[in-house]
């Protein structure tokens, strides 16, 4: 179930509101419960550059990719740190998944599986 917080621009109280899905979320215009107020501010939660609340170790590829991409050194050092990889590892790692992304983009045709 998603939830987003707000904070209400009339009446000043951060609050969060739930939907029962992305649908609803969509549909639905934020209401602050306390004062009735549709003047809601969304807080972004959970989205963070900064160092240390981010687990890199258990990151997906796709995540480091973008790490990576992103170019953010404060971060793509981190990585390195917690992947205990050394750069160039990572790096050469993350070039053979861009490649396999790209081509996996290139083609609409699935790749022959051996599963
Ligand atoms: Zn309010």
Known sequence: MPAYDYRCNSCGREVSLFYKSYKDYDDATPTCPHCGSTDLERIITG???QT???NYSGMSSQEMLSV??????QEVNE???QSGQDA????TQADTI?????SAAGSSK?????E
């Open 98 to 102: 861009k490649r396999a992304k790209d």
């Open 88 to 91: 160039a590892s990572t790096v």
């Open 47 to 49: 989205v963070t550059l």
């Open 68 to 73: 990576l991409e992103g170019g953010n050194k």
């Open 110 to 114: 699935p790749a022959t599986s051996s």
């Open 52 to 54: 240390g609340g981010r």
């Open 79 to 81: 990585l390195f740190r």
